[in-house]
């Protein structure tokens, strides 16, 4: 008799088992044909029978995120919780419920969702974002396209590629056809080069446009011909000749370097400065038995200063005399852009601009000069600590905004007053971009070790107006080991707003486990604004010990804080 029921109870729990397989089977063939809302109704019903069933209620999480349901799919998940040892061993429903809240992003109405939900989605690194970044690229605000363009080169698919083709066609903003021509440059695209040479060439279009597409031209040209190049060189339309010049710097053709020669006297100022800057970077001494200085010496008096500037550098870094002499007559210059500029070459000049750079340091009066000088001077541990004071002294007194000039010369940039305007989708914009120069510069007083650095680097992090952002978060020196200690010993500070900055620049430059104990503790009661850039500090860390945390702020009224959270979850899972 106990034979017969022990038979009996091993045959009905393996037919209770047979049972729950079947109905998660009939679950997931809803899902995988899209019938996404029968797939719920079947799970639901499926718990009528079996309602402590794991494998079910796991399958009806599936199918509550798939639909987009993403609040039910957050309470099943607490359902879930308690059952749950390892979260890494669930990996799987994590990422799910971290993609429900995603997807669920990309169709909002707010535009700035949309866009979180866009950096969100790209940051993962994931295949899952790639759809979404198509309909980005396709969405009716011109801001998310463009951003969306630009995000898309890191997932280098063919898809992007198909898309970006079409769009050059249909595209009217000009920023974002901008944003496409730079795209198709980072992705290869070397079906559009004549497209791209054809826009050069066309008068109707816009500089910004043509600029652009040379330089996409320059990322696709390293298997140009001698020939080709020299018919580049050749051309009437002088942004064409300009490219030529640009293609023999960009992959180094020292064989062709003489080709450079005629375009030093070509009637375009931009022409003329490409071909300077061309030769400087392959750091050729003599062309055709000339030596450089008899090559440039009439670029030293052209009439554009932008010329001049670029034609002392080169001779500068080649030891000719009269590189040091044209580039101090522009240090004495009454113009302050031309002093700037000029005192950003010496910088990068490297060890042949140290002397003039010393020398001129107490001479000139303008400070962004000085500080421009000082840099060059620490970056060749060359006289560190006057150019170390002279930094201290410039930051503690300037309180005006500062950037890096990127755009007056392509080999220089120098430090100036910023000019920097408001952009939609960042916030006090111009305010961050200063916060990362000024970063910038405790970082190369901290790589020399600067007595001071400590306390520059608290008052710097107790100003008001911090607006750091893990999209902005890439100027400090990566890998800088004594600015991350630094920075690091401040966590304990008794003031709760320099941990809290500290634990910032730990988490979104260093990506420093040591800053997630304090930015969590520093969360419940931050404003939104911050909130979302500890939350951007924890997916830079990417720490796993982060995942509770963080999927306790999936439950979060705020939507935008869901989806940041759902991004860093889906990053601490993988990294």
Known sequence: MMRHLIFLLLFSSVSFALTEEKLEKRIYSHLLIGDDLQAIQEAKKALESFPNS?????????????????????????????????YKKERHLIEMLSWSALNKGQSATQISVRFNTLIGAALTKDSKAIPMLLKGMRDSNALLRSSAIKLCTQFKDEIFKEELIALLKREKVWYVRLEAIRAIGALRIYELIEPLQAMIEDPCSLMEEKTAAMIAIVEMSHQISRQKLEGLITQSRSLLRQLGAEVIARFARTQDS??????????????RISALNALALLRVKRIEKKSMYKLV???????????????????????????????????????????????????????????????????????????????????????????????????????????????????????????VTHIETIPNYPQMVDQLVRLDILSILHFV?????????????????????AAAAVLLQEG?????????????????????????????????PVAVDVLQKIYPNADQRIKITILE???????????????????????????????????????
Request: with cysteine; net charge negative.
């Open 297 to 419: 010496e009439a670029c030293l008096k052209d009439s554009s200063p932008l010329v001049a500037i670029t034609a002392g550098y080169l001779l500068l870094i080649n030891q000719e005399k009269a590189g040091e002499t044209t580039l101090g007559y522009w240090l004495q210059s009454e113009n302050l852009k031309w002093q700037r500029l000029a005192a950003a070459a010496i910088a990068a000049s490297g060890r042949f601009g140290v002397d003039l750079a010393f020398r001129s340091i107490h001479k000139v009066k303008d400070p962004y000069v000085r500080l421009n000088l000082c840099i060059g001077l620490i970056g060749q541990r060359a006289h560190t600590t006057i150019a170390s004071d002279t930094i201290f002294s410039i930051m503690s007194q300037e309180s005006g905004l500062w950037m890096w000039d990127k755009q007056t010369h392509s080999l220089f940039s120098p430090i100036i007053p910023s000019d």
């Open 480 to 512: 800088d080991e004594k600015a991350s200690e630094l920075v690091g010993s401040l966590l304990d500070d008794p003031d709760e707003k320099v941990r809290m900055q500290a634990a910032l620049v730990l988490g979104l430059m260093y990506r420093d």
């Open 258 to 271: 003489d080709l450079l020669l005629q375009l030093l006297h070509d009637s375009s100022a931009d022409v």
């Open 54 to 86: 794991l494998i079910l209620h796991k399958a009806l999480l599936y199918a509550l995120c798939q639909f987009g349901s993403e609040m039910q799919a957050w309470d099943q998940w607490c359902y879930l919780c308690p059952s749950i040892q390892d």
């Open 449 to 469: 070790q600067y007595p001071k650095a400590l306390q520059l680097t608290k008052d710097f992090l107790q100003k008001k107006n911090w607006n750091l952002t």
């Open 537 to 575: 500090a924890l997916a830079q860390i990417g720490d796993a010990g982060s995942i509770p945390f963080l999927l306790e702020i999936l439950k979060e009224p705020f939507q935008t804080l869901r989806i940041v959270a759902a991004s860093a979850l889906i990053q601490c899972l993988y990294r």
